[in-house]
């Protein structure tokens, strides 16, 4: 992906997020150059990669396929292995319309994904077989608004702004926005986007980046080359 895209849609995220009533924490808006300066201070956001995230799943077609993310909080692997203190997350995602975030399951997290406004999130899902990979043919029960829902494999849930969906380890699932970009809501335990995604295609977590513009705002996978070098 360019970098002038990843700026221009960052700016499309933060206003949607706006017209929403999300006001985004103060760090969303650190430059570059700010964020470099308030590094010590900003020891945790660095190591729990909150932050933006712009995403094409490296195919190329973010429009076909892709996602942009805003993480406001991340808890500590340690305290989640430990079973107490901070063992949870939350994001904001924008889903364009028709824009799919590929079929994948997590080892370790757990999530409810809500939609937080815009249009209907589709969410089609499929079960794990006995080594954790999709079945084709297994179904399954997930938890919407707190009530059992069963599936089928291949099901397609149909999630209304103010509706949820939890989804669990070996839960496969894909989702797009119909009919309307559409806000989500996520909240977890701890997130690690580095090892916890497992896709169904051989595709990646994270974009390579062509540098045709300055950044605006730091992508979490910006981290590592500004902070950890």
């Not at 794990?128 to 599936?151: N, W």
Request: glycine fraction near 10%; include cysteine; charged fraction near 25%.
């Amino acid at each position: 992906m360019k970098r002038s895209e990843i700026n221009a849609l960052l700016e499309a995220a933060g206003e949607m997020f706006e017209r929403h009533g999300f006001i985004l924490p103060p760090f969303a808006q650190w430059s570059p150059s700010e964020f470099i300066k308030r590094r010590n201070s900003a020891a945790h956001l660095i190591d729990a990669r909150c932050g933006w995230d712009v995403t094409d799943y490296g195919a190329g077609r973010f429009d076909d396929m892709g996602l942009v993310l805003f993480t406001l909080r991340n808890g500590r692997l340690s305290d989640l292995n430990a079973g107490r203190g901070m063992c949870y997350a939350e994001k904001l995602l924008v889903s364009r319309q028709d824009q799919l975030s590929p079929m994948h399951t997590h080892v370790v997290k757990a999530e409810d994904i809500i939609n937080r406004g815009g249009g209907t999130l589709v969410v089609e899902l499929f079960g794990s077989d006995a080594e954790g990979q999709l079945d084709p043919k297994r179904g399954g029960t997930v938890m919407c608004d707190g009530l059992s829902v069963p599936f089928k494999a291949g099901d397609k849930l149909r999630l209304e702004p103010g509706e949820s969906i939890t989804l669990r380890p070996g839960d496969w699932h894909a989702f797009w926005g119909e009919g309307a970009d559409v806000l989500i809501g996520e909240v977890s335990t701890v997130n690690d986007d580095e090892t916890d995604n497992i896709f169904h295609e051989p595709i990646t977590r994270f974009s390579q980046i062509k540098e045709d513009a300055e950044p605006a705002r730091l992508l979490v996978s910006d981290y590592a080359t500004h902070f950890l070098a």
